[in-house]
Antibody
Framework: EVKLVESGGGLVKTGGSLRLSCAAS????????MNWVRQAPGKGLEWVSF????????YYADSVKGRLTISRDNAQNSLYLQMNGLRAEDTAVYYC????????????????WGQGTLVTVSS | DIQMTQSASSLSASVGDRVTITCQAS??????LNWYQQKPGKAPKLLIY???NLETGVPSRFSGSGSGTDFSFTISSLQPEDFAEYYC?????????FGGGTKVEMK
């Protein structure tokens, strides 16, 4: 069974940092591309970042470029999102999502999602 | 960025109704279009990928169609468990973008 479990969310002050983790199980993690997608309270979905299976390709939304950094540790079956310089507008539930297409170089179809972890940025 | 516009932010329907949601892309995206269902407090669930392909395990009352800039998502006979929010998402170009969502509510 494919399982994605996020952790690391919480309350942080404006300008602060947080590191989110996503523990993956039930599939061959190192061949699947992964994404972070967020959802502000009461709002729609916003794609945040993508990383290919071997970390060759990495992309970010313009709204987070230079502040958020995606990475992965295939030996640990884990995905990460290092969040620096946090702003109020980063307040959201952050989901990790598996990309349905193996070995592709860009985000495509998000077939499995974690339960999400809430990040709240407040002054 | 490619803008995805869902025709309605909400709609009211009854169990057994046929429900159709439309999604328009700001430019031609071929069939690089997915549909997701999201229930309150839960993660989104992929229902339809590449415009018209039913994800494994998803009931056949769900379907999708379209290409280019105009897409539709249909529930042939609405069931109680289908009251939820639905999102379209394009992946033709970076960044992948979602529609604003359509909430299907009970009439």
């Amino acid at each position: 069974e494919v399982k994605l479990v996020e952790s690391g969310g919480g309350l942080v002050k404006t300008g602060g940092s947080l590191r989110l983790s996503c523990a993956a199980s039930g599939f061959n993690f190192n061949i699947y591309n992964m994404n972070w997608v967020r959802q502000a309270p009461g709002k729609g979905l916003e794609w945040v970042s993508f990383i290919s299976g071997g970390s060759t390709y990495i992309y970010y939304a313009d709204s987070v470029k230079g502040r958020l950094t995606i990475s992965r540790d295939n030996a640990q079956n884990s995905l990460y999102l290092q969040m620096n310089g946090l702003r109020a507008e980063d307040t959201a539930v952050y989901y990790c999502a598996r990309d349905r297409v193996e070995y592709g170089g860009t985000p495509s179809q998000f077939d499995y999602w974690g339960q999400g972890t809430l990040v709240t940025v407040s002054s | 960025d490619i803008q995805m516009t869902q025709s309605a932010s909400s709609l009211s329907a009854s169990v057994g109704d046929r429900v159709t949601i439309t999604c328009q892309a700001s430019q031609d995206i071929g069939t690089y279009l997915n549909w997701y269902q999201q229930k309150p407090g839960k993660a989104p669930k992929l229902l339809i990928y590449a415009a018209s392909n039913l994800e494994t395990g998803v009931p056949s009352r769900f379907s999708g169609s379209g290409s280019g800039t105009d897409f539709s998502f249909t529930i042939s006979s609405l069931q109680p468990e289908d009251f939820a929010e639905y999102y379209c998402q394009q992946y033709d170009d970076l960044p992948p973008t979602f529609g604003g969502g359509t909430k299907v509510e009970m009439k």
